[in-house]
Nanobody, 124 residues
Framework: QVQVVESGGGLVQAGGSLRLSCSASGGTFSSSSMGWFRRAPGKERELVAAISWSGSTIIYTDAVKGRFTISRDNDKNTVYLQMNSLKPEDTATYYC?????????????????WGQGTQVTVSS
């Protein structure tokens, strides 16, 4: 069973940057696609970015394209989310999860082994 732990969240001013990390243990991280999701207050959890096991496939939700970068280091069992030019609307709890079922990267139902999340707050 894969366990994931997110870190790197915090409070930042608009226009600033943060790098989130998701460390995984157990299971076969290096062969799993991974995704970053977020849930803002009063909203549903949404996909932010996903990356295939090899890094050859990367997707982003439109709202973060050009500002966020997902990457992974399979030697360290870690996936990262570099967030630049942050906006107040990026404020949310960010979660990491492993893709455990086949299907679209955008479909939340294909992900499992969720972490506890890390809070990102962007002040205006």
């Amino acid at each position: 069973q894969v366990q994931v732990v997110e870190s790197g969240g915090g409070l930042v001013q608009a226009g600033g940057s943060l790098r989130l990390s998701c460390s995984a243990s157990g299971g076969t991280f290096s062969s799993s696609s991974m995704g970053w999701f977020r849930r803002a207050p009063g909203k549903e959890r949404e996909l932010v970015a996903a990356i295939s096991w090899s890094g050859s496939t990367i997707i982003y939700t439109d709202a973060v394209k050009g500002r966020f970068t997902i990457s992974r280091d399979n030697d360290k069992n870690t996936v990262y989310l570099q967030m630049n030019s942050l906006k107040p609307e990026d404020t949310a709890t960010y979660y990491c999860a492993a893709k455990v079922l086949s299907g679209s990267y955008y479909y939340i139902g294909t992900y499992g082994y969720w972490g506890q999340g890390t809070q990102v707050t962007v002040s205006s």
